[in-house]
T-cell receptor, first 112, second 112 residues
Framework: EDKVVQSPLSLVVHEGDTVTLNCSYE??????LLWYKQEKKAPTFLFMLTSSGIEKKSGRLSSILDKKELFSILNITATQTGDSAIYLCAVSGVGGSEKLVFGKGTKLTVNP | EAGVTQFPSHSVIEKGQTVTLRCDPISGHDNLYWYRRVMGKEIKFLLH????????ESGMPNNRFLAERTGGTYSTLKVQPAELEDSGVYFC??????????FGQGTRLTVV
């Protein structure tokens, strides 16, 4: 059965800190790994990773995928209080319904 | 561009009653997904429509759940009769091809 494990489950930091969120996975016929940020309502898309070793970057956020070791990390530098959210990692496999298999998420709290 | 919209935002019903959730995907998106998050657990796949056809309904918990997608546009998810364990947040997502999925804000269902 496809599985995604995120760690830590919860993290509290101060503004300006750098954080690394982890996501490991097991999926049949891997297609892509996606990161979402969920504040109050809808999960909003951050990154989609399909190739190993290529870093995706958007402002202070970056992510990289290691297909050999089956994991991904999401880095946030110079954290701000607005980064407080649940960060979700999900994977999809080739064929079938392209459904996403999610981890439980990492709840990040950034204190001023 | 309008995003994925879900209605209602929150519904509280008694055990044994019927509830219908609605999702309007992004216009032009053939793929429509339903997911559910039960408290303390990860977001889990329920089913996938391609246009008006059910592509995969392997995640539907039981036959009390019925999903439809009229004319390949909006979708409804009906729970009849509702049980306490059906409580959770129901998310709808849509995508074009196998690109990233866009999520709605979710419907929080509380069965008392």
């Amino acid at each position: 059965e496809d599985k995604v494990v995120q760690s830590p489950l919860s993290l509290v930091v101060h503004e300006g800190d750098t954080v690394t969120l982890n996501c490991s996975y097991e999926v049949t016929n891997f297609r892509s790994l996606l990161w979402y940020k969920q504040e109050k309502k809808a999960p909003t898309f951050l990154f989609m990773l399909t190739s190993s070793g290529i870093e995706k970057k958007s402002g202070r956020l970056s992510s990289i995928l290691d297909k050999k070791e089956l994991f991904s990390i999401l880095n946030i530098t110079a954290t701000q209080t607005g980064d407080s959210a649940i960060y979700l990692c999900a994977v999809s496999g080739v064929g079938g319904s392209e459904k996403l298999v999610f981890g439980k998420g990492t709840k990040l709290t950034v204190n001023p | 561009e309008a995003g994925v919209t879900q209605f209602p935002s929150h519904s509280v019903i008694e055990k044994g009653q019927t509830v219908t959730l609605r999702c309007d995907p992004i216009s032009g998106h053939d793929n429509l997904y339903w997911y559910r998050r039960v408290m303390g657990k990860e977001i889990k796949f329920l089913l996938h429509f391609v246009k008006e056809s059910k592509q995969d309904e392997s995640g539907m918990p039981n036959n009390r759940f019925l999903a439809e997608r009229t004319g390949g546009t909006y979708s409804t998810l009906k729970v009849q009769p509702a049980e306490l364990e059906d409580s959770g947040v129901y998310f709808c997502a849509s995508s074009q091809g196998w690109s990233r999925a866009f999520f709605g804000q979710g419907t929080r269902l509380t069965v008392v």
